[in-house]
T-cell receptor
């Protein structure tokens, strides 16, 4: 089984400032990692994913995340945020193929609300 | 492609009523999922399906039922609605493809906001 902890429930930041949203996970098997974004009253959209290979993953809208296996973390970063980045962000994990048959089921963190102020 | 569609968008139910939340995908995905989202709790998996005729329980299945008679449709049934089922429900789909970089990416519908009073 897996679990995900997003360390901040809310992150306020000013426009053009950098931001980091923190995510730690726990799993007894190897995992795939994801960040999703949810804009108000909408469904979830994939920002980026780590399946294998380079630990620095680049996604849409200028976001990137780094997989740190030793610290079991997958923090999301953006060097300069915009008002339009205001949304809720979810970190999620699923067992990898090597970790067993998961059928892509996702375990989500509690979410982090990013609010960008002008 | 429309992707994943869900109906209705909003619904208010009285305690004890039943209803079916509809979910359809047009991407020919094998896997489909139902999640519920509660404030501050993230999303929890209710049921999932790996193909037509094959379903299994997720983390929070009590009070719900599903069926999968076709690849495209995965309806979620609430038999006796309870206030604890007030939530936003999301349907998602994905495909398993060892070679495609889009493998394991779940595509989400817009959600159904359900209130039980």
């Amino acid at each position: 089984a897996q679990s995900v902890t997003q360390l901040d429930s809310q992150v306020p930041v000013f426009e053009e400032a950098p931001v980091e949203l923190r995510c730690n996970y726990s799993s007894s098997v190897s995992v795939y990692l994801f960040w999703y974004v949810q804009y108000p009253n909408q469904g979830l959209q994939l920002l980026l994913k780590y399946l294998s290979g380079s630990t620095l993953v680049k996604g849409i809208n200028g976001f990137e995340a780094e997989f740190n296996k030793s610290q079991t973390s997958f923090h999301l970063r953006k060097p300069s945020v915009h008002i339009s980045d205001t949304a809720e962000y979810f970190c999620a994990v699923s067992a990898s193929l090597a970790g067993g048959t998961s059928y892509g089921k996702l375990t989500f963190g509690q979410g982090t609300i990013l609010t960008v102020h002008p | 492609n429309a992707g994943v569609t869900q109906t209705p968008k909003f619904r208010i139910l009285k305690i004890g009523q039943s209803m079916t939340l509809q979910c359809t995908q047009d991407m020919n995905h094998n896997y489909m999922y139902w999640y519920r989202q509660d404030p501050g709790m993230g999303l929890k998996l209710i049921y999932y399906s790996v193909g037509a005729g094959i379903t299994d329980k997720g983390e929070v299945p009590n009070g719900y039922n599903v069926s999968r008679s076709t690849t495209e449709d995965f309806p979620l049934r609430l038999e006796l609605a309870a206030p604890s089922q007030t939530s936003v429900y999301f349907c998602a789909s994905s495909n398993r493809n060892y070679r495609a970089r889009k493998s394991y990416e779940q595509y989400f519908g817009p959600g159904t906001r359900l209130t039980v009073t």
